[in-house]
C-alpha cells in the first residue's frame, strides 16, 4: 500500500470550531489532493495540490483552504466548522499528471461538526 | 469535463461474470476512463485505465468502444469480497486533478 497516512482519523468537533486535518506520505509524489464523501454523493474534490505551495480550488472548495509547506504534507483547513462540513474526508496522491494518473487514497477522517 | 452515468446498483451472484457500464457521452479526446474500487470505510482503490479498445489486467477487463461514448468494466467470477462500490471516472491524462467522481455503483454478490 502506498504510504498515505491521515490524522486524526476521527475528530468530533463543534459549530465555529477550526480544525486542521493532515495528509502524510512518504512516496515523495508531487499530486496530492483531498476530497470529501458524503452519502449519495460519491467523492468530491476540494482542493488540489501539484507541488509545495502551489494548491488551487476543486469542486466544493467554498469553507476549506489548503496549505503544502512540504512534499509530504498537505493540510485541509475548515476556518470555522459548520454541520454541513460533517464529513468523511480522503486524502489521495499520485506521482504524475501524465496519461497514467492513478490515484492512492489514504484511510480517511470521519469529521463530525455538532 | 466529461460527466459519467452508472448503475446506482447491481446485484450478483458468486462465479459470475458482472459487467457494469458506464456513460460519458461528451467525453474529450484527451479524457482517460478510470475504474475504481471502494470497500466501505477505506478509500477508493484504481482497477484498471484505458483509453480505447480493450484493456486487460490480472483483476477486470475494460472495454471501450471506438465512439468511446460509453465503457464496461467487467469482472470476471465475482466472489463476495467483490461487494464493493465502482466507480468510473472520465478525465484528462494531463492531470488527475480534473477528474471527477460520481456516486458509482453499488455491486451487491450473494452466496
Known amino acids: 500500500d502506498a504510504g498515505i497516512t491521515q490524522s486524526p482519523r476521527h475528530k468530533v468537533t463543534e459549530t465555529g470550531t477550526p480544525v486542521t486535518l493532515r495528509c502524510h506520505q512518504t512516496?515523495?509524489?508531487?499530486?496530492m489532493y483531498w476530497y470529501r464523501q458524503d452519502p449519495g454523493h460519491g467523492l468530491r474534490l476540494i482542493h488540489y495540490s501539484y507541488g509545495v505551495k502551489d494548491t488551487d480550488k476543486g469542486e466544493v472548495s467554498d469553507g476549506y483552504s489548503v496549505s503544502r509547506s512540504k512534499t509530504e504534507d498537505f493540510l485541509l483547513t475548515l476556518e470555522s466548522a459548520t454541520s454541513s462540513q460533517t464529513s468523511v474526508y480522503f486524502c489521495?496522491?499520485?506521482?504524475?499528471?501524465?496519461?497514467?494518473?492513478?490515484?492512492?487514497f489514504g484511510p480517511g477522517t470521519r469529521l463530525t461538526v455538532l | 469535463l466529461a460527466k459519467t452515468t452508472q448503475p446506482i446498483s447491481m446485484d450478483s451472484y458468486e462465479g459470475q461474470e458482472v459487467n457494469i457500464t458506464c456513460s460519458h457521452n461528451n467525453i474529450a479526446t484527451n479524457d482517460y476512463i478510470t475504474w475504481y474500487q471502494q470497500f466501505p470505510s477505506q478509500g477508493p482503490r484504481f482497477i484498471i485505465q484505458?483509453?480505447?479498445t480493450k484493456v486487460t489486467n490480472e483483476v477486470a477487463s475494460l472495454f471501450i468502444p471506438a465512439d468511446r461514448k460509453s465503457s464496461t468494466l467487467s469482472l470476471p467470477r465475482v466472489s463476495l469480497s467483490d461487494t464493493a462500490v465502482y466507480y468510473c471516472?472520465?478525465?484528462?491524462?494531463?492531470?488527475?486533478?480534473?477528474?471527477?467522481f460520481g456516486a458509482g455503483t453499488r455491486l451487491f454478490v450473494k452466496a
Open positions: 512516496e515523495n509524489h508531487r499530486y
Open positions: 484505458g483509453y480505447k
Open positions: 471516472l472520465v478525465g484528462e491524462g494531463t492531470g488527475g486533478f480534473k477528474t471527477i
Open positions: 489521495a496522491i499520485s506521482p504524475t499528471s501524465g496519461a497514467y494518473n492513478e490515484q492512492f
